[in-house]
């Protein structure tokens, strides 16, 4: 079990930001507007703080209450303001600095937080229908979130996979 005083500044900082990450990783998939880029902001931020349940890994809950108690909000990451492609792999490579973090110095927890980044942007892909009019028709998750869904998925996987 692991806390915020386990990690270095610097690692802190990514895995503080993470989910932050996901549900921006998401939205450069599919931007659906202003009213969807807040839905889809709103739904990192309740993810984040509905994440002190008793049942959530020590990490995640560290994350929380961090939040909660006045830590401030993660931090959005630092990444190229040059073209999506280039924005997405910066986010893929934070997420899994994060990862690669949790499963160095808290292994039992590595893929409880990687379940829960993927659940967080699920959140996300789900927070805003896409596409329609007025708020009428449109898809929940849009075939381009959809393959972001899968595209992070994989991205922490073979991150997991390589330090645990």
Do not use: C, H
Request: net charge negative; hydrophobic share 45%; aromatic share 4%.
């Amino acid at each position: 079990m692991s806390t915020k005083t386990d990690y270095a500044p610097e690692e802190w900082k990514a895995i503080a930001g993470a989910p932050v990450a996901a549900g921006l990783y998401i939205t450069l998939a599919d931007a659906s507007g202003p009213l969807g880029i807040a839905k889809e902001a709103m739904a990192v931020g309740k993810a984040i703080t509905n994440s002190a349940a008793a049942d959530a890994p020590e990490i995640v809950r560290a994350i929380a209450e961090s939040v909660k108690s006045g830590g401030g909000r993660p931090e959005l990451p630092d990444v190229p303001k040059t073209d999506v492609a280039q924005m997405k792999l910066a986010l893929q490579g934070r997420l899994q600095d994060a990862l690669g973090a949790v499963a160095a110095k808290s292994p039992d927890e590595a893929e409880a937080f990687r379940k829960w980044l993927l659940s967080v942007a699920t959140n996300v892909a789900q927070a805003s229908k896409e596409g329609g009019f007025l708020g009428i028709g449109g898809t929940v998750v849009s075939p381009e979130e959809q393959v972001a869904l899968e595209e992070l998925a994989g991205a922490l996987s073979s991150r997991g996979s390589a330090t645990t």
